[in-house]
């Protein structure tokens, strides 16, 4: 069963900088592409950032020129630097992992909290 685990959530303070980790567990194959999302409580979860495995980034238009993805193929983790953070970007992140099968997987969420 393929498990990821989220860490690097917290409070920080606005203009501030976090590190969100992701790594992921019980395949053989890793993830076709891995991605970052989140959710503020009672709206939908919305795409933050992608990356394929060939590297191919996306980013949400709001956190362009702010955030950072990246991946290491070898041990199958996605880590999301966020800097500049504002209130804005307060939510629950979730990792979710897509393997070429088309199964995605997700992971249990971390908050982060912008706050001063």
């Known amino acids: 069963q393929v498990q990821l685990v989220e860490s690097g959530g917290g409070l920080v303070q606005p203009g501030g900088s976090l590190r969100l980790s992701c790594a992921t567990s019980?395949?053989?194959?890793?993830?076709?592409?891995m991605a970052w999302y989140r959710q503020d409580p009672g709206k939908q979860r919305d795409l933050v950032a992608l990356?394929?495995?060939?590297?191919?980034?996306k980013y949400a238009d709001s956190v362009k020129g702010r955030f950072t993805i990246s991946r290491d193929n070898a041990k199958n983790t996605v880590d999301l630097q966020m800097n500049s953070l504002n209130a804005e970007d307060t939510a629950v992140y979730y990792c979710?992992?897509?393997?070429?099968?088309?199964?995605?997987?997700w992971g249990q969420g971390t908050q982060v909290t912008v706050s001063s």
């Open positions: 979710k992992a897509t393997y070429i099968s088309g199964t995605q997987y």
């Open positions: 990356i394929t495995r060939g590297g191919s980034t």
């Open positions: 019980g395949s053989i194959f890793g993830p076709l592409s």
